[in-house]
């Protein structure tokens, strides 16, 4: 379709968040046991996507990790990115993808990340109007923040192992964005 | 009693989730007297009530934002003493600066760890044990 050849692709890697306005753009990532979390204000006519895999055990909002504090980060960059171009946070909806199982590690580390996302949009209020997420293969990811609509093609089994390998590699610990904590 | 346990804090952040995290950490640290507010508005009405020693309170809210917040406690006589940390999740040096500008005791980047919130707090009030 021409609205797809016309469409300016912008692809978003681990720990990434982006938010456009423009209708022209389709957001793509790819998912191993990663989650993206597509969030959109239909009125506004903006929308945005971000990607992140929590390690260990985030699954309990209160566990106090810091796992869980570095998604909830994720989370609110994005909704911040959001608000500031317009939207209302209770016009927002959201699509979550991936969260495959990960045969590489022997854990359910993708299903606690879907899981995450989840309970983290609940909390907030913010409706869930799609999602896909675990099985056994990664996802190639496209969604177009102002239709809302979002397509996705599986991996193959050597290719939902690579992604998932690649996204262990950099230990996907809290990071600050700058220094910490400033002394007056 | 603890010095966490005497101080009394009120936490602001528009996030559900942020609050739950907040209030979890501060539990962790000792704290047992916590209040929250869902954004300024709510968080001055708060003050102004029932004065609280320590605001801990994020920068991006509807309604009104952490410096305007910020501004509010310190022009109240009631309120103009509480030690104030704003919370930010975008780096920005120029809010680091317009929040030390209005008077903020001490700055927490987000996502924060526990140990980091320990010390913005122990900067400000000395050890908490």
Redesign the interface.
Known sequence: MTADIAARRVNIIQGEYKVVTDPNVVLTTILGSCVAACLRDPVAGVGGMNHFLLPGNAQS??S?G?A???G??L???L??GL?KKGAR?DRLEAKIFGGAKTIATFSNVGEQNAAFAMQ?LR???IRVVGSSTGGEFGRKLEFWPISGRARQYPLTGAETQRTVAAEQKPAAA??????????? | MSLAEKIKVLIVDDQVTSRLLLSDALTQLGFKQITAAGDGEQGMKIMAEQPHHLVISDFNMPKMDGLGLLQAVRTNPTTKKAAFIILTAQGDRALVQKAQALGANNVLAKPFTIEKMKAAIEAVFGALK
């Open positions: 909002m209160t106090g810091d869980t504090r570095y909830v980060h989370m609110e960059l909704i911040n608000l946070r983290f909390d907030e209020g809290p990071r600050p964005v700058e220094s910490s904590i400033e002394f007056f």
